[in-house]
């Protein structure tokens, strides 16, 4: 009896590297930029996060699907990853909460997947010359072929995937996070701020995080212009996370310039904050390979969190308008981690202090977001 009964796969990336494995997920051919994830959990919540869209991850960690999937793990409705790769992806998970495989998670949303390939030496490989595009299929099997198919990919720089993942209608969100995953429980309160929230992209677990807080969340396209987000008078405006080349989300810089006059406070999250920034006259640039893991060291001083990031590009330093005071480095490369405005309420993140996946220890911004409204309503108030 064979190991691995699975058809087989091909994966290739744009500089020739070519790794022969089988097909774990569905059928079909898949283009994308490669990107590897070291974290060693929370893979439904990182194929689910749309900051992912149109790009194809790497995991690290050498074992996936033990723990299957849930309805409850997802991070947005649906996988939002262009491929999956992986070393070894199990086929029949063991876990009280699994409702279904991963390899079956993955065929019934037609995302395209290998496993059986050498990810440590991809990964160096990612390492070395940087993220790059690639292509996995299970149809076409000849490397130069496959090849080709991948030197007619865009670069992800220049390239804006917000529109595919954004919301096309205003909804409000009223679920907390789940009591028995609270950590940071906060009463509801009789008179909510409000909190409208422009959808680049963004997560559950940040919309779950609002609300747990006792916030009234409306979502909005991110499409919106700024009058009509101004129209819902909220107390503050959050800017999403989401996928892409922040500097190519014109639309979204504009809103946000706009909203910067308006001196109420803005909380961004990864694209959010990079798009705070670029209203604000900074630059951006790609990095070499990114930065997709939960265990990130980000900080200024002796306060220093472990953080969950997912991003490829970043604010350059040298561009940064004067007003802006830099609050948290990633000290593993010193690129800027956070800002925040030395006259207005506005402050933002590069990592993601929702975590889901990751671990908790800035949820605090939430408090610092909701102190920040609550004095602005009272100013307002008289």
């Known amino acids: 009896m064979a190991l691995n009964p699975a058809p087989p796969a091909l994966l290739v990336l744009a500089d020739g590297t070519a790794l022969r494995g089988y097909r774990y997920g569905a059928q079909g051919t898949t283009v994308g930029e490669v990107v590897f994830n070291t974290g060693m959990t929370g893979y439904q919540e ?20 033990n723990t299957g999937v849930n309805s409850e793990d997802g991070e947005s409705p649906r996988v939002q990853v262009q491929g999956v790769i992986v070393r070894h992806g199990c086929r029949q998970p063991s876990n009280w909460r699994a409702q279904e495989s991963l390899a079956d998670y993955l065929e019934r949303w037609r995302v ?14 990612l390492r070395e010359q940087g993220a790059m595009n690639g292509a996995i299929s299970t149809e076409i099997l000849d490397p130069q072929e496959l090849l080709e198919r991948v030197a007619q990919a865009p670069s992800m720089a220049g ?23 609270e950590f940071a429980a ?20 940040i919309l779950r995080r609002l609300a747990s807080y006792g916030c009234r969340v409306v979502v909005v396209p991110a499409s919106t212009p700024a009058a009509d987000i101004l129209a819902y008078d909220p107390d503050g405006i959050f800017l999403s996370n989401g996928p892409g080349d922040p500097a190519a989300v014109t639309e979204g810089i504009a809103t946000a310039q706009a909203l910067v006059k308006t001196g109420r406070p803005l909380f961004g999250i990864c ?11 900074s630059q951006t640039f790609k990095l070499k390979f990114g930065h997709h893991g939960l265990n990130h ?24 308008a004067p007003e802006l005071q830099i609050t948290d480095w990633n000290l593993n490369d010193q690129t800027v981690a956070g800002l925040r405005h030395q006259e207005l309420p506005i402050f933002s993140v590069q990592y993601h202090p929702e975590a889901s996946p990751g671990p908790h220890d800035a949820d605090n911004l939430f408090a610092q977001f909701v102190a920040q409204m609550e004095h602005y309503r009272q100013i307002q108030r008289g």
């Not at 390239?159 to 995953?181: D, F, G, I």
């Not at 008179?191 to 992209?201: N, T």
């Not at 694209?271 to 006259?281: K, P």
């Open 46 to 65: 990182v194929l689910t996060d749309p900051s992912y869209c149109g790009q194809m991850v790497l995991f690290t960690y050498p074992e996936l699907g």
């Open 297 to 320: 060291p980000a900080g200024l001083g002796n306060q220093v969190a472990i953080s969950s990031q997912n991003h490829g590009f970043a604010l350059d330093r040298d561009t940064l």
């Open 186 to 205: 906060v009463c509801p309160q009789p008179d909510p701020l409000v909190v409208v929230a422009i959808d680049f992209g963004i997560k559950h677990n």
């Open 112 to 125: 395209v997947g290998i496993s059986g390939v050498d990810t440590r030496l991809l990964t160096r490989r």
């Open 271 to 281: 694209l959010g904050h990079q798009i705070l920034g670029l209203a604000l006259g």
């Open 159 to 181: 390239l804006n995937l917000v529109p595919r993942v954004s919301t096309a209608q205003v909804y409000e969100w009223h679920t907390p996070t789940p009591k028995q995953w």
